[in-house]
């Protein structure tokens, strides 16, 4: 079992900043890539900032400068510190892993609960 869990979420004001932290724990062989991916209201879920185990990033237009994601190999942890943060960035923040549990084994998915970003004033 794999498990992803997310913290950091909260209620900031337009302008303000946020650190997201997601932690995958449990039987793990080696964690290919690790993401954040957030949900606004009634719309599809979308990609923000992914981050391969070669150090690769990839973010999505709307937040490229303003959020960054790193990652502790260590800990199995990566981070999403948000900056100027815009009433648009309101949505439900999860956190994805792409995870190999055994030797040779297939790459897997595996999300987090979701953690809820409010911008408001």
């Known amino acids: 079992q794999v498990q992803v869990v997310e913290s950091g979420g909260g209620l900031v004001q337009p302008g303000g900043s946020l650190r997201l932290s997601c932690a995958a724990s449990?039987?793990?062989?080696?964690?290919?890539?690790m993401g954040w991916y957030r949900q606004p209201p009634g719309k599809e879920r979308e990609l923000v900032a992914v981050?391969?185990?070669?150090?690769?990033?990839n973010y999505a237009d709307s937040v490229k400068g303003r959020f960054a994601i790193s990652r502790d190999n260590a800990k199995n942890t990566i981070h999403l510190q948000m900056n100027s943060l815009k009433p648009e960035d309101t949505a439900a923040y999860y956190c994805?892993?792409?995870?190999?549990?055994?030797?040779?084994?297939?790459?897997?998915?595996?999300w987090g609960q979701g953690t809820q970003v409010t911008v408001s004033s």
């Open positions: 994805n892993a792409g995870v190999v549990v055994v030797r040779f084994g297939a790459l897997r998915n595996y």
């Open positions: 449990g039987s793990i062989f080696r964690i290919d890539r």
């Open positions: 981050l391969d185990s070669d150090g690769r990033t």
